[in-house]
């Protein structure tokens, strides 16, 4: 079975500092995809990391992923208030129901002034 | 861009009722999943469809069916609520073709009285 885990889960900053979170799996897999979600709000696609060694960035949040070491981080570069959110990792199954995500339990971000 | 739409954002309903929740995509995706979202729990599968009335149980099917008569339609049928089935409900949808990313609808908070 699949086990995602995310940490830290929660994740209190100053604005203007560095972050990594970081999200472990436990079974092989190729794809893994960051989600961003606001209070009281649906989940947002952020990033759609598709094999060993791939990196995305987009704005002040830069994803990596590691799939020899089942790992991915979501790095976080001079935190601004906007990107307090919660962070989700998800993994795609290998084989089978490959369609099918495991979420991890997220990571709630608060950026202090 | 892909727009996954739910039926209903609020929606309260009593002990025993049969409750119906229906969720729409616009991309013609060929996934659609149903899930819930409960503090601590994180997200929870409780079913989902690859292909025009195929289905498969998630991690928590119990309680719950699902019905996908159409391609875009996939709806989520609480036969008789209990108030442990109160929880934000989130459809989300995803194609091969786009790496199995997974769009998600706005949610659904029900509350059982």
């Known amino acids: 079975e699949l086990k995602v885990e995310q940490n830290p889960l929660f994740l209190s900053m100053q604005e203007g500092k560095n972050y990594t979170i970081y999200c472990n799996y436990s079974?092989?897999?190729?794809?893994l995809y960051w989600y961003r979600q606001d209070p009281g709000k649906s989940l947002e696609s952020l990033f759609v990391?598709?094999?060993?060694?791939a990196v995305k960035q987009e704005g002040r949040l830069m994803a990596s992923l590691d799939t020899k070491a089942r790992l991915s981080t979501l790095h976080i570069t001079a935190a601004v208030h906007d990107l307090s959110a919660t962070y989700f990792c998800?993994?795609?199954?290998?084989?089978?129901?490959?369609?099918?995500?495991?979420f991890g339990k997220g990571t709630l971000l608060t950026v202090n002034p | 861009d892909v727009k996954v739409t739910q039926s209903s954002r609020y929606l309260v309903k009593r002990t025993g009722e049969k409750v119906f929740l229906e969720c729409v995509q616009d991309?013609?995706?060929?996934?659609m999943f149903w899930y819930r979202q409960d503090p601590g729990l994180g997200l929870r599968l409780i079913y989902f469809?690859?292909?025009?009335?195929?289905?498969e149980k998630g991690d928590i099917p119990e309680g719950y069916s699902v019905s996908r008569e159409k391609k875009e339609r996939f709806s989520l049928i609480l036969e008789s609520a209990s108030t442990n089935q109160t929880s934000m409900y989130l459809c989300?949808?995803?194609?091969?073709?786009?790496?199995?990313?997974?769009?998600f609808g706005p949610g659904t908070r029900l509350t059982v009285l």
């Open positions: 989300a949808s995803s194609s091969r073709s786009h790496y199995n990313e997974q769009f």
């Open positions: 079974t092989t897999s190729d794809r």
């Open positions: 990391l598709l094999s060993n060694g």
């Open positions: 998800a993994v795609e199954s290998s084989g089978g129901s490959n369609y099918k995500l495991t």
């Open positions: 991309m013609d995706h060929e996934n």
């Open positions: 469809s690859y292909d025009v009335k195929m289905k």
